[in-house]
């Protein structure tokens, strides 16, 4: 039985792993300026290898594939999928972590298992199981001083990376990670201070000076970034009209939200054609 009483344990000295991995976290930057020096194949197998273990996995079905693209010709062609980013050409190593019901259903046909997984609910358990590993793959490769950006042009391409990297159904991609040695050493990026996301037993429901509080920092520092990416955009906000950071984020040059219920209809589109959705 527990003393409600008793005053909470006191919280553990950050030893030295705890603080070696708090120093790693803090130096994560998204990198997208790299270096022409390849990475290795068999070194990046390993790295894979050992964040699958550092990674919970849903019923440890192990419902990912990843897809490693090193070939200077098809991270080209990659890149147009991915909306023309030049990291996706630039950097030696592109990683497509994969939502993968194919392989588990292939083995429950062969052992003569009831058929299974091909529904959303499965989508859902696979895709957070291939997100869980491309974060524990970055901060392993972080951690030998590899530098990495996240790919969220995989959603809105999904059916077209897809097929370029010949994945069957029940299989699609969920996120991509550039991978190479960092030619730039970018400012940290802000964050949401904690009182504005952790709650305590019950969630808080920012009042409007909450809002301003938590944002404050974003707005200004955020504002700031953008205008200083160079004239043009300074000449974008001001022909949309846009005066803050909220406004430009679902400005049409940002998240459009017009955009986005399109690419959430052809997402939703894929599914169906991949097995994961009922025909509609
Ligand atoms: C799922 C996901 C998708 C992302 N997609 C892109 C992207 O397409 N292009 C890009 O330049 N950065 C992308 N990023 C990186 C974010 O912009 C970046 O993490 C954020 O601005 C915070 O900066 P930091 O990672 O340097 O701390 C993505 C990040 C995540 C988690």
Known sequence: MTDAAAPPPAAP????TAQAFARLMQAHRSIRQYKPDPVDSAFIDRVL???WAGSSSSGNLNMVSVVKSFD???RAHLCTLHAGQPMVRQAPLVLTFCADTHRTRQWLAQRQARPGFADFHSWHVAAFDAMILAQTTSLALESHGL???YMGTTMSSMRTIADF???PPHCLPVTSLVVGWPDEAPAQRDRLPPQAWIHEERYHRPTPQDIDTHFAQREQRGRERYLAVGPEM???WQQHGIT????????PIKYDPDVLAENSAAIEAVLRERGFLAPG
């Open 234 to 236: 300074v000449t974008a």
């Open 147 to 149: 530098g990495i950006c």
């Open 49 to 51: 290898t050992e964040a």
């Open 72 to 74: 200077a010709a098809r």
């Open 165 to 167: 990297l010949e994945l």
């Open 244 to 251: 803050s950071l909220a406004q430009y984020y679902t400005s």
């Open 13 to 16: 000295e950050a030893g030295p």
